[in-house]
Nanobody, 122 residues
């Protein structure tokens, strides 16, 4: 069973930064490395949305509202995906999740982890 473990969230003021991490400790490297990985977020009362994705070749894609502020990266040796978030805004407040992305259906592949809460407050 694939386990995705997110961490790094917290409380931050507008304009602040956070770095989220997502580890896949039970996923073998030969499975992790080819996967396109993604970060999602779910704000209260809203549906979960795709925020950023990174291919096996480290090509990246971002949702418009986070372009220029968020950076997704991956460390295959550590089976970890990161999301560096800068210039945070109150509307970035959400629970952040990671998952592998089915490149054909564009749907998440695995069960969701517990997520990590990001709260941007004045």
């Amino acid at each position: 069973q694939v386990q995705l473990v997110e961490s790094g969230g917290g409380l931050v003021q507008p304009g602040g930064s956070l770095r989220l991490s997502c580890k896949a400790p039970r996923m073998i490297t030969s499975v992790f490395n080819p996967n396109q990985m993604a970060w999602y977020r779910q704000a209260p009362g809203k549906e979960r949305e795709l925020v950023a994705s990174i291919t096996a070749n480290s090509d990246t894609n971002y949702e418009d509202s986070v372009k220029g502020r968020f950076t997704i990266s991956r460390d295959n040796a550590r089976k970890t995906v990161y999301l560096q978030m800068s210039n945070l805004k109150p509307e970035d407040t959400a629970v952040y999740y990671c998952n592998a992305l089915n490149t054909i259906t564009k749907q998440p592949k695995y069960d969701w982890g517990q997520g990590t809460q990001v709260t941007v407050f004045l």
